[in-house]
């Protein structure tokens, strides 16, 4: 039971370069979340999913899209990467039921924009 | 002002002693209430629920006070493995759940 794998743990990109970070979870959850953590801003929603097949834009959505490609997986892609971007990147799993809001992340990507 | 407030801290304290935390929210709507933990580069992970009775975990207590709508984090006989960043959480229930984080409060806990 892995829990939330998140891949790649690093990456260095040029402005302008596209790429998709993949996250998996294997505890059957039906929420998944992707999260961005800058210094002094704290951890911000960019997108979420409730279940297989939705998605829904959270607080930080601008540049971003993501795919719910099954209940397992849940991608980030960033078409055109700015420096507004670098930061670190969290996905997490939650189950869906009252009292179980109880956030599973990944251990994050280090993503840096030059 | 921000839906959830935390002192960002450092919070220095010697190994032994006690230290407490608070976390104030802005929406009355809020219904559940976490502590997370988070250590350097590394991901948050759950602390404890705050449940409105308070609840007790080992050396850690949580408390709610809705009327004043902040929750707090009360550590005792700290640790140096104590050290970390401690995030709260409030989430709104209903049509899907709602997770604000805190920024965070950052402890040191110094021999």
């Known amino acids: 039971n892995a829990g939330v794998t998140q891949t790649p743990k690093f990456q260095v990109l040029k402005t302008g370069q596209s790429m998709t970070l993949q996250c998996a979870q294997d505890m059957n959850h039906n929420s998944m979340y992707w999260y961005r953590q800058d210094p002094g801003m704290g951890l911000r929603l960019i997108y979420y999913?409730?279940?297989?097949?939705?998605?829904d834009k959270g607080e930080v959505p601008n540049g971003y899209n993501v795919s719910r490609l099954n209940k397992r997986e849940f991608s980030l892609r960033l078409e055109s990467a700015a420096p507004s971007q670098t930061s670190v990147y969290f996905c997490?799993?939650?189950?869906?039921?009252?009292?179980?809001?109880?956030?599973?992340f990944g251990s994050g990507t280090q993503l840096s924009v030059l | 002002r921000k839906e959830v407030e935390q002192d960002p801290g450092p919070f220095n304290v010697p190994e032994g002693a006690t230290v407490a935390f608070n976390c104030t929210y802005s929406n009355s709507a809020s219904q559940s209430f976490f502590w997370y933990r988070q250590d350097c580069r590394k991901e948050p992970k759950l602390l404890m629920s705050?449940?409105?009775s308070g609840n007790e975990d080992g050396r850690f207590t949580a408390q709610l006070n809705r009327a004043s709508q902040y929750i707090s984090l009360l550590i005792r006989d700290s640790k140096l493995s104590d050290s970390a960043t401690y995030l709260c959480v409030v989430i709104i229930t209903g049509g899907g759940n709602k997770l604000t984080f805190g920024t965070g409060t950052q402890l040191k806990v110094e021999l």
């Open positions: 705050v449940y409105s």
């Open positions: 999913s409730a279940s297989e097949g939705t998605t």
């Open positions: 997490a799993s939650s189950e869906d039921r009252p009292g179980g809001e109880k956030l599973f």
